[in-house]
Structure formats: structure tokens, C-alpha cells
């Protein structure tokens, strides 16, 4: 993701970037125009299946990640803050089978919390600057029905002074909103990226919400 100092405080950047790309997915740091390849490798690892089960999307983006599990059988739901975006994926996914809105993670529809067999968050919480990404956390965990899973995925570093972001790399206590939220963890799993220029750390971790 590109840095863009002050003017990254807050999210409503993010609308900023989509307008200012004005088609130009190149021009949208984190939109690579396919499903992420952390969350299919763990779909397929798993050979998860969606058997109509409902999934919320975090931050849909340009619709891939939505995309991919709705091809999967998931009945999903995904959202974004940025209205540009979405009318960017509805052209790019005219026939497509999401039910995607404009939502703010901070404020998510009542209908939502507790109401999804799966959460998919990928990228959305490591772009917020230190202040935001506790509430986020916990808003994300608040879509969890009993019984549900979230698969969260962010770039990743070791306890310390955190470095100049978005994207702003979490360290392992700094996730712990997530278990305070009722979730617990099933897997963590430290990753590098070595397709990209330069190695990238991520964590990849799946919480179960359990039932009460």
C-alpha cells in the first residue's frame, strides 16, 4: 500500500484512492484483480466449501476475495466504505451473486452482528492508524455468529516500535481485541511472502466464536 503520511489518518482516504485511480486498477496499491492467495491456499488446503453457509467480507475492495467465495458455494455478503470501489466492481462483476453494500466498519447494520458462519477480514485493519484498530478488531469479531469462524489476515511483525505505515505491520498483542471480543484461536500462522519484490511477513489466523 502506498504511504500517503497525514492524509492516511482516519479511513476516509480510502475513497480518495479509488476516485483518484478513475479506473486504473494499477493505480490502487492493494488491488491485484484476483482472489488474495493466502485465503485461497487455506480454502483449498481445508477444502472448504461454502454449501450456501452466509461469509462477511471486510473491505471487499474491487470484489475478488467476495468473488472467489461465492464461486465456492458461500452465500456472501461484502462491503466497503468506498462507494467509488463499489460501482467499480459492479462493472467488473455485472452477473455476480454477492450482495455487496456500502457499509462503515464502525458502524455495521444491527442485522449483522452474530449473524455470519464466516467473517473474512484481509488488509483492512493494518491500513488504520493505532487508534482505530482496536474498535475494528472488535467490530470484526462482532459479525461472528456462535459457532463461526473469522479468517484474519494482515501483515505481521515482531513486538516494538512499529514502523512508518499504512500498511502497518501488527505484532502478535497487538490482535489481542480479538480474543477480548469472545473469539478464540485455532490457528496462527507466520508467513513470508517471497513471490513479492521483497519479503513480506504476514499472519494468517483463524478464530472459532464459541457457542454460549
Given amino acids: 500500500m502506498a504511504k500517503c503520511g497525514d492524509d492516511c489518518r ?35 488446503t481445508r477444502a ?27 452465500q456472501v455478503t461484502a462491503f466497503d466504505i468506498s462507494p467509488t470501489a463499489l460501482t467499480w ?8 451473486r454477492v450482495e455487496y453494500r456500502r457499509a462503515d466498519l464502525f458502524a455495521l447494520p444491527a442485522e449483522w452482528l452474530g449473524s455470519f458462519d464466516l467473517v473474512v477480514e484481509i488488509y483492512t485493519v493494518h491500513a488504520l492508524e493505532a487508534e482505530l484498530r482496536p474498535a475494528a478488531m472488535r467490530a ?17 511483525r515482531d513486538a516494538g516500535p512499529a514502523p512508518p505505515g499504512p500498511p502497518h ?7 489481542s481485541p480479538l ?14 511472502d517471497d513471490e ?13 466464536k464459541p457457542r454460549a
Fill in 10 to 44: 482516519g479511513y476516509d482516504w480510502f475513497e480518495r484512492i479509488y476516485t483518484e485511480a478513475a479506473g486504473e486498477a494499477d493505480k490502487v496499491p492493494w488491488a491485484d484483480l484476483k482472489p488474495n492467495r493466502w485465503l485461497v491456499e487455506w480454502l483449498d
Fill in 48 to 74: 472448504i466449501e461454502g454449501d450456501g453457509r452466509s461469509v462477511l467480507v471486510v473491505g471487499c475492495g474491487l470484489g475478488d476475495d467476495a468473488e472467489e467465495l461465492s464461486r465456492r458455494g458461500f
Fill in 89 to 96: 466492481l459492479r462493472e467488473r462483476f455485472p452477473d455476480s
Fill in 140 to 156: 470484526v469479531a462482532a459479525g461472528v455468529r456462535p459457532g463461526g469462524d473469522l479468517f484474519f489476515l494482515c501483515r505481521g
Fill in 169 to 175: 505491520p501488527l505484532s502478535r498483542d497487538e490482535l
Fill in 179 to 192: 480474543v477480548a471480543s469472545g473469539l478464540e484461536i485455532r490457528t496462527f500462522e507466520d508467513l513470508i
Fill in 196 to 208: 513479492a519484490d521483497h519479503s513480506v511477513r504476514r499472519f494468517r489466523m483463524h478464530y472459532l
